[in-house]
């Protein structure tokens, strides 16, 4: 923004939580609603409100959404022109929201856009931005604890933004729980009008495409997911993981050695550096356990490692242990898996004939 900042009121004067609230094809991010739950946690312990900001078009259900997942208000921006994101007036919105409200502590989704928004409004709005969290406290003093992986996810950064308002931070898909929906719960839409000029739209969006394949869709939000790493030895052997995923209901992914090798696409790619994810099941293939990987998937619910390596990391996080050649292990649960299905989808035997006279 090429305007002349204002000047920021005292420190103290800064209040409330916000969320940035990302809406796509009609429906809140997974990412956005996560982040609800966390912002309602950092809000009580600030003694704050807790609000959603929601920049689009016709997006007023979703607003009614954010407050039913635990939202006290939300600023609901409408114009024809924010119907799809662009980065300067999504940045315009919020920088102006910003100066309006004065709030304290604004969080986003590392999503494309939301990545690029965030890097964007720092700069606009000159305070500071922490990338990639994965847990968030409130010290003594009460600055927001931004806490995030640091040199290579051997260690966690802790990130204080003492002299500046708002404290701003992003936090990647499936680090946290979505809290409950309550169709019940009330709170407070406030509509807001920010001037959109032509001036302002620099880029224009003339239609929308999704390149996401199915299988990187699966992997965002798959119950089971089967995940294959460098100890696949060759591309070609994760067509046993694809066999083996399609009798499990689940999804391939991978860690990042295979990515790098080019063995799979970098959309499937989980860990640090690729997606977090938290499914129910997570069986990982070949896999040592980097402490990068283990970033992005230590939070399934029950986990299943196979590996050669008695001693390997991977062993320490996994709920269920096999510790063999995954070249006979996997070809085995195939076998095993496709007899069981095979019994419960044979048809049911004929009744036996009954004597007759």
């Known amino acids: 923004m090429s305007e002349a900042h204002p000047t920021p009121p005292p420190m103290e004067a800064h209040r409330d939580v916000w969320v940035f609230l990302e809406a796509r094809n009609g429906a809140l991010r997974d990412v956005s609603i996560q982040l609800i739950g966390e912002a309602r946690r950092i809000a009580d312990k600030r003694a704050a409100r807790l609000c959603g900001v929601l920049p689009g078009w016709k997006v007023e259900p979703l607003a009614h959404e954010a407050i039913q997942h635990g939202v006290n208000r939300v600023y609901l921006v409408e114009d024809p022109r924010l119907e799809t994101y662009t980065s300067r007036p999504y ?60 040199f290579g996810g051997k260690s966690l950064a802790h990130i204080h933004c003492e002299k500046h308002r ?93 990515v790098d090798s080019g063995w799979v696409p970098k959309a499937l790619q989980v860990g640090q550096t690729g997606k977090t994810v938290r499914p129910e099941l997570y069986v990982a293939v070949g896999i040592s356990g980097a402490v990068q990987h283990l970033a992005g998937m230590q939070e399934s619910a029950k986990i299943v490692a196979i590996n050669i390596d008695p001693k390997a990391p991977i062993f320490e996080v996994a709920d269920y242990g096999i510790v063999g050649d995954l070249f006979q292990i996997v070809p085995e649960m195939i076998r095993q898996l496709r007899a069981f299905r095979g019994q419960r989808e044979a048809p049911p035997p004929l009744p036996a004939a009954v004597p007759q006279g």
């Open 91 to 150: 940045t315009k919105v919020l920088a102006a929201l910003r100066w309006k409200h004065n709030p304290e502590v604004i969080l986003f989704g590392a999503t494309k856009n939301g990545r690029d928004l965030g890097g964007r409004l720092h700069a606009a709005i000159d305070t500071g931005l922490a990338a990639d969290c994965v847990r968030f406290d409130v010290t003594e003093e009460g600055f927001l604890d931004m806490i995030r992986p640091a």
């Open 166 to 258: 708002p404290q701003m931070a992003s936090a990647r898909l499936n680090v946290f729980l979505p809290p409950p929906r309550d169709p019940g719960r009330a709170g407070e839409i406030v509509r807001e009008t920010v001037e959109i000029t032509d001036a302002d739209m620099d880029t224009k969006v003339v239609g929308f495409r999704p390149t996401v394949t199915h299988e990187t869709k699966k992997i965002d939000d798959a119950k089971i997911l089967v995940s294959g790493g460098f100890g696949m030895a060759d591309p070609k052997n994760f067509a046993m993981l694809e066999e083996l995923a399609a009798l499990m209901g689940a999804a391939v992914s991978a860690s990042r050695k295979p």
